[in-house]
């Protein structure tokens, strides 16, 4: 069927939401990026100053560490579990829809609350399992002062909140392996271990590639957790890309500088996505023949 | 069928106990908690059984009437995101899965390169933009940006819904003279309604939940309630614990009812979305 002008008015919405909302703006912030301005000012043109300036920027490079540090842990602490907890529901448990209903209970949880929570069991002194820790005899959590306590606490609420998403992706990969490569397994007498390395994970392979770029992407752009708990403080030690973009734009009223944080967050982001954009497009492009 | 030594069913059965509790035991301890009195907030070890007390949300009530305002805008933004959504999606999807040339192909993979960018950076622009338009601190800012940031995975979704429904149905509607309108109306929308009801409920959670656009984007007026919740945490005069657990378990409730009412959908759209997509 031929794509008439009707056709072409139907993805109009979407395509416009899209591109007055992202897409342009999202050039203007590569304007912006080159010159140096405030709210009332006018834009005057520096070139890539601001980029050198970040560049030499120590605060610069340590809320990129600290992203990079959280990102791949919440990465592949989730995937490590999700692959576990699939595997178990794989295998049959009881309650099988109560137990995923209690699985996916996160997935409907805001930041905000996450953080009220864990903070009600973390609090310095008085909460559960700091006070669990003390009278077990282990060192204390002390995350508002301790960098290193606080970017765990970071990457568990990011873990807590986003198992249930890289959880259903692998599950139901899991769930699409067909029962006879397992009979197959287990007449050439195939112990668990191999079963799980030479049938079960190369099988989850696309799936697992799939859930690690979703999560990278989306892990990077990591803000409320950070800003609720700690600001990014004590002394901008637990610092991340998105918190530090916005204390530059909204809060030291840095435009040009924010602006050029923000692409190097959006490139970041799209080399990250770059394996998975290529394959979309190549696909698209077969189509079309 | 089940030949598992002893001690592998038992490591199962630990391993499923602690699944459940770390999804769960965070917010059940949250809920006993905001129906606990004061003193017993932070009692260790907790206890889980009390006599409950209303008290914290009466206390909410009375002292920060402003959450069951934040409460009414959340709806309402969350609402008309969803409309917006899903209608814009629907009539997108639709085109994607049955129409192809090399236009349309073009604007699919730039719906998919775009879904990709990190909110925080159109904050930048928009901002002052929103000002001048006079529409910040509006409801309606906050419909248009939630929607934007979910109608490209949600038009993919809807176009992998209704790849599924046979192309011969709305051939055969169009070859007998129906027009789009009507093939819409009457074959594409009663075949894909689980696909909306799945586009639906990212959507409304997402939009429900959302914190960072909120923060930025609104100050009194359409004021959100997971943002009145981050603003009773960061209270300066200290925080009232029992009233936060409160305001937090009158967020959660509602949403967490709704997607485990529809927790196949979301299953469904999931792996659709993001495994073909």
């Known amino acids: 069927m031929p794509v008439r002008f009707f056709h072409y008015l139907m993805v109009a919405p979407v395509q416009l939401l899209l591109l007055v909302i992202i897409g342009v703006p999202s050039l203007f ?47 592949y602490v989730e995937l490590a579990a999700a692959i576990g907890v699939s595997l178990l529901f794989a295998g049959g448990v009881p309650l099988r829809r109560l137990m995923i209903a209690i699985l996916l ?105 799939i859930a690690l770029l979703f999560r990278y992407v989306f892990a990077f752009r990591i803000f409320g957790e950070v800003w609720l708990l700690t600001r990014g403080g004590p002394a901008g030690s637990t610092e991340v ?32 996505a770059m394996p998975y954009l290529r394959q979309v497009y190549k696909r698209m492009l077969s189509q079309n023949e | 069928m089940n030949r598992r030594p002893w001690w592998v069913s038992g ?24 129906l606990k009195p004061d003193r017993e907030i932070f009692r260790f070890p907790p206890s889980f059984i009390f006599r409950p007390t209303l008290a914290n949300y009466v206390e909410l009530f009375t002292s920060r009437p402003a959450f069951f305002d934040a409460l009414l805008n959340s709806l309402i933004i969350t609402v008309g995101a969803t409309v917006l959504t899903v209608v814009s999606s629907t009539l997108a999807g639709y085109v994607y899965s049955r129409y192809r040339n090399t236009a349309l192909a073009g604007t699919a993979f730039f719906m998919i390169v775009i879904r990709m960018l990190p909110p925080i950076i159109i904050t930048l622009p928009l901002f002052p933009a929103v000002n001048a338009l006079g529409l910040q601190d509006t409801h309606l800012v906050l419909i248009v940006l939630y929607a934007t940031f979910f109608v490209s995975l949600n038009s993919w979704i809807m176009k992998a819904f209704i790849d599924q429904i046979p192309r011969e149905l709305d051939e055969a509607a169009i070859v007998d003279g129906a027009s789009t309108v009507k093939v819409l109306r009457y074959v594409i929308v009663p075949l894909s309604v689980q696909g909306m009801i799945a586009t639906a409920t990212f959507v409304f959670v997402f939009s429900w939940n959302e914190f960072l656009f909120a923060f930025i984007f609104t100050t009194s007026n359409a004021k959100t309630a997971p ?17 936060l657990f409160a305001a937090a378990t009158l967020q959660f409730i509602p949403i967490v009812v709704l997607v485990i009412l529809l927790q196949r959908f979301v299953v469904a759209g999931l792996t659709v979305g993001s495994v073909k997509g």
Not at chain 1, 53 to 75: E, Y
Not at chain 1, 120 to 144: A, C, D, R
């Open chain 1, 29 to 75: 912030v590569l304007w912006q990026g080159l010159t140096e301005f405030s709210y009332g000012q006018e834009a005057v043109f520096v070139g890539l100053d601001n980029y050198r300036n970040i560049l030499a920027d120590r605060a610069f490079w340590r809320a990129f560490t600290n992203t990079f540090i959280i990102v791949n842990a919440v990465v």
């Open chain 1, 105 to 209: 209970v996160p997935y409907a949880v805001n930041e905000v609350t996450a953080v009220v929570m864990w903070r009600f069991m973390l609090e310095p002194n008085v909460g559960m399992i700091t006070q669990l820790l003390e009278t077990v005899g282990l060192p204390s959590l002390n995350w508002p002062i301790d960098r290193w306590h606080a970017l765990t606490v970071i990457v568990l609420l990011s873990v807590w909140l986003h198992l249930p998403f890289t959880t259903i992706i692998i599950y139901t990969a899991r769930l699409s392996i067909p029962q006879e490569l397992y009979e197959a397994a287990r007449t050439d007498g195939a112990s668990g271990w191999q079963t799980f390395f030479y049938v079960t994970f190369p099988m989850l392979i696309p799936a697992i590639l």
């Open chain 2, 227 to 243: 943002l009145v919740i981050s603003e009773m945490l960061s209270s300066l005069a200290g925080i009232d614990w029992g009233v």
């Open chain 1, 241 to 272: 890309l998105a918190t530090y973009l916005y204390r530059h734009s909204f809060r030291y009223l840095e435009l040009g500088k924010a602006s050029a944080i923000g692409w190097v967050m959006l490139v970041t982001t799209l080399l990250m």
């Open chain 2, 11 to 34: 490591l199962r059965y630990v391993a499923l106990a602690a699944v459940l509790l770390w999804s769960g035991f965070p917010i059940l301890l949250m809920i006993l908690a905001s």
